[in-house]
C-alpha cells in the first residue's frame, strides 16, 4: 500500500489565501501544511478525549476527604524541606 494518497479539497478561498502566504513564509509544501494542519487537529482531539475521560473517571470515583488529607501531609513534608 501507498505511504502517502492524493486528495483533493475545498476550502474557501480566503482560508486557502491566508494557507498559501502562511506556507510560503514557512517554505513548507501545500502537503506538509496540511499533513501539520491534520496532525494537530488530530492531537488537540486526543486532548479532548483524555480530558472527558478524565472528568468521567473524576465525577465517578471523587476524591474522599482521606485522599485529600495524605496528599496535603504528603506534599508539606516534601514543601518543608524546599528552600523557599
Known sequence: MAKTIKTAISLP?????????SRKKQGLSRSTLYTNALE???????VKELESRYVAGYQTHPEEITDIR???KASSSIFSQEDW
Open 40 to 46: 494537530t487537529y488530530f492531537g488537540i482531539q486526543k
Open 70 to 72: 495524605a496528599a496535603l
Open 13 to 21: 478561498r480566503k482560508t486557502f489565501e491566508k494557507a498559501e502566504i
